[in-house]
């Protein structure tokens, strides 16, 4: 068990070996295995009720229109995210930093002509708008001393050490991306996976079945998930990876060519910067039998918590995500509640398409409501 300083120390630790871009040794890589599990464990009490209540936020006990569910899942993951990281609550705040960060999503990858109207100069705004209320938190926060018990206290409290390898511009470029990355791809995942499981009611059934296991095994149905029961949920990461799969949230990896290497005749020179398209791997019929289906059972007796040459979805390499973990509690608490205390049916949307993001231009409207208790 951590106390809340040894969780934001462990955060703090994973984030600046990702940041800094430096290939971590054999031991660093167990440590961060290790590490995101266990903040992952921890995280999954503290977590817990910032879901429940915004699945019941969606309800409040009666069947009603969600407009654009993408929408409430973005709100309700940015506002748990925001909160843990800089203590900023978009509703109290009321500096549109999530609206920011959409703007410079919607235009990370187009042609920059930085003019009024177009996609590039929404994003190069956005950016500078997010970065500013960032900004500002940081130095309030670095000239009061008033602790909050977040990320952010962890972040100063380093960068104020003698020799700190990062200053002010490198600490809030940190929580720009650090944020950023929090949210965007746990959001369209659950997005993406709250369509596919209505249209398969065979992969809900298998869903409400482990998950009412889970619950009928309590002697407190009341008592909340534990990380025993969260490793459990075998059909669930099955669910996960295949959502992903077809997700392709993060369209593009990069990586630096360490040494000379040859390559079906061709030859990629040291220092070459390779772009890799994991759609290209995830959507191959050579790879995947009928590559478009969704179909969770495919994954069954695989390795469910690796990447690897064909399955590259929470990266690949020395770099793999050091946030995948976390990233998947947060699907499977969210599938756990949904799918054992509410009913829904999607009434229109649900098509996607990239820019380069996942988004849904028609949104997924859904009507939701609580299960009655027998």
């Known amino acids: 068990m951590f106390s809340k300083s040894e969780e934001q120390s462990i955060l703090y630790g994973l984030v600046t070996v990702s940041v800094n ?3 971590p040794s054999a031991k660093a890589n167990y440590l961060l295995v290790q590490w995101g599990c266990q903040l992952s464990e921890k995280l999954s009490n503290s977590y817990l009720p910032t879901k429940r209540m915004m699945l019941l936020h969606f309800s409040k006990g009666e069947l009603q229109d969600m407009d654009r569910c993408s929408e409430q899942v973005y709100l309700m993951i ?7 990281l800089i203590s900023y609550e978009e509703k109290k ?12 999503m919607n235009g990370l990858i187009s042609l920059p002509v930085n003019i009024p ?8 705004q956005g950016s500078k708008n997010a970065i500013k209320v960032i900004t500002d938190i940081y130095h309030e926060r670095k000239a009061s001393k008033i602790p909050h018990n977040d990320f952010l206290d962890r972040l100063i409290e380093e960068e104020e050490k003698e020799n700190a390898f990062m200053d002010d511009g490198v600490a809030i470029n940190m929580l720009f991306l650090l944020l950023f990355g929090a949210f965007e791809s746990t959001s369209e995942a659950i997005t993406l996976l709250t369509k596919f499981i209505f249209d398969h009611p065979e992969v809900l059934e298998e869903l409400t079945k482990e998950h009412e296991a889970i619950l009928k095994s309590r002697k ?5 998930l534990t990380w025993q029961e969260y490793k459990s949920m075998n059909f669930t ?3 996960i990876n295949e959502t992903v799969r077809l997700a392709n949230i993060a369209p593009l990896i990069f990586r630096k060519v360490g040494k000379e290497a040859e390559m079906k005749g061709y030859t990629i020179p040291k220092g070459w910067i390779v772009l890799v398209a994991p759609a290209v791997v995830h959507l191959n019929p050579e790879k995947y039998e009928n590559p478009l289906e969704f179909n969770p059972w495919r ?3 695989q390795d469910l918590h690796s990447g690897s040459k064909t399955f590259m979805a929470w990266g690949s390499g020395t770099r793999l995500c050091v946030g995948a973990d976390f990233a998947k509690l947060q699907i499977a608490i969210f599938i756990h509640h949904f799918v054992t205390k509410y009913r ?7 098509d996607f398409i990239r820019r380069p993001s996942l988004i849904f231009p028609n949104g997924i409207h859904i009507k939701i409501a609580e299960k009655q208790k027998c």
């Open 21 to 23: 871009g430096r290939t």
């Open 78 to 84: 940015f506002e748990s995210f925001a909160k843990r």
């Open 93 to 104: 705040d009321r500096k549109k930093l999530l609206d920011n960060y959409k703007a410079f």
């Open 117 to 124: 109207g177009t996609a590039f100069h929404a994003c190069v």
């Open 220 to 224: 407190n149905q009341e008592s909340g």
């Open 237 to 239: 990461h099955m669910v």
């Open 299 to 301: 994954w069954k007796e």
């Open 344 to 350: 829904w049916s999607v009434t229109k949307g649900g």
